[in-house]
């Protein structure tokens, strides 16, 4: 890496480092709940009806179907969502929100969305928003685009 490429990695390294124990520790104290829980329930409940087959669930959530295997069963003891088949196919299991899960996302989401702003976006301007929306896309592509071939 030349002097500016080390420097701009170090940083995110910095961000990917800090960052989710931070959305942790926030969510942790004020709802009992991981970032990862908080993003499984914030997923579901933006689908139609608040289901989403788990290989959907995990794509969405970046996340290998062993892990979300294990995170939905968490959840799912505490009634925060519930599994059941496919109406379409057996070989595929749905994952729905339920209106105890659905309660306990609303109540966190005002501390953890105010938590985003303050760790991130506060002091951006639009043009850095959109910058980083640019260059947060573009890595995520090239992570996903690698992890494709190296499957294939």
Known sequence: LDEDELQAWLK???????LSPALDSQL??????????????AMLSETEG??????EL??????????????VSKLEKRGWVARCPSPASR?????R???EGWDVLVAAAPGHVETVR???FDDLTPDDVAAL??????IVERIEASRLKSIC
Request: include cysteine; charged fraction near 20%.
């Open 97 to 99: 929100l339920t209106e």
């Open 91 to 95: 070989r595929v299991t749905l994952v």
């Open 12 to 18: 995110l390294a910095g961000v990917m480092l800090k």
């Open 133 to 138: 929306h640019r260059i947060a896309g573009h």
């Open 118 to 120: 303050a760790l991130v």
């Open 50 to 55: 608040r289901t989403l087959p788990m290989s």
């Open 58 to 71: 995990a794509a969405r959530t970046n996340a290998s179907l062993s892990r979300l295997s294990h995170v």
């Open 28 to 41: 942790q104290r004020d709802s009992d709940l991981t970032h990862f829980d908080y993003l499984c329930l």
